[in-house]
T-cell receptor, first 117, second 111 residues
Framework: NAGVTQTPKFRVLKTGQSMTLLCAQD?????MYWYRQDPGMGLRLIHY???????AKGEVPDGYNVSRLKKQNFLLGLESAAPSQTSVYFC????????????????FGPGTRLTVL | LAKTTQPISMDSYEGQEVNITCSHNNIATNDYITWYQQFPSQGPRFIIQ???TKVTNEVASLFIPADRKSSTLSLPRVSLSDTAVYYCLVGARSQGGKLIFGQGTELSVKP
């Protein structure tokens, strides 16, 4: 199993450009998440999904959109990138927790380092 | 979601036991306590989760007092490879798996 993979690993954008970050998981997880992590800070939840076709806002959703058309994929879009969106973006996935002991265990991808000039 | 407070940083030496305490005064009845570990340039990794008393696995122990307003992650005999940031999180199953990460505790293990 590849686990959680993220594409691309690095990207540099100019202000105003758009892009999509792709997250894929092969563990048949129901829940998927997008976080951002700024230098020296903890992770902040951007958006999350509790199942195919559903999405919800996290702590810092402004400037981002997401889609979960397939269970294994979760896309994060930046419509008009801004320098404040320079960060490392992590995707994660987890089971629903029903009947599981480690129900709060999220599996993280390797991250995408995004720089907006 | 209950807010957590942890020390910003800690230092230790190889072979020592390290205890990191987290305060969560507003923990709710349905909340569980979870700890994650993050190495530089990597995503966080689940370490341990508990509700009350003591939980132990192959990596760490988690101690939770009766009032559940705090918890202590215990790492036995740390090595250089345990240098990382450790996050304490509190949440319930009903919250759709949402996790709120604070700043975490940066543990530095020295030889």
């Amino acid at each position: 199993n590849a686990g959680v993979t993220q594409t691309p690993k690095f990207r540099v954008l100019k202000t105003g450009q758009s892009m999509t970050l792709l997250c894929a998981q092969d563990m048949n997880h129901e829940y998927m998440y997008w976080y951002r992590q700024d230098p020296g800070m903890g992770l902040r939840l951007i958006h999350y999904s509790v199942g195919e076709g559903t999405t919800a806002k996290g702590e810092v959703p402004d400037g981002y959109n997401v889609s979960r058309l397939k269970k294994q994929n979760f896309l994060l879009g930046l419509e008009s990138a801004a320098p404040s969106q320079t960060s490392v973006y992590f995707c994660a996935s987890s089971y629903t927790g029903q009947g599981r002991v480690k129900w709060n265990e999220q599996f993280f991808g390797p991250g995408t380092r995004l720089t907006v000039l | 979601l209950a807010k957590t407070t942890q020390p910003i940083s800690m230092d230790s030496y190889e072979g020592q036991e390290v205890n990191i305490t987290c305060s969560h005064n507003n923990i709710a009845t349905n909340d569980y306590i979870t700890w994650y570990q993050q190495f530089p340039s990597q995503g966080p990794r689940f370490i341990i989760q508990g509700y009350k008393t003591k939980v132990t696995n192959e990596v760490a122990s988690l101690f939770i007092p009766a009032d559940r307003k705090s918890s202590t992650l215990s790492l036995p005999r740390v090595s250089l490879s345990d240098t990382a940031v450790y996050y304490c999180l509190v949440g319930a199953r009903s919250q759709g798996g949402k996790l709120i990460f604070g700043q975490g505790t940066e543990l530095s293990v020295k030889p």
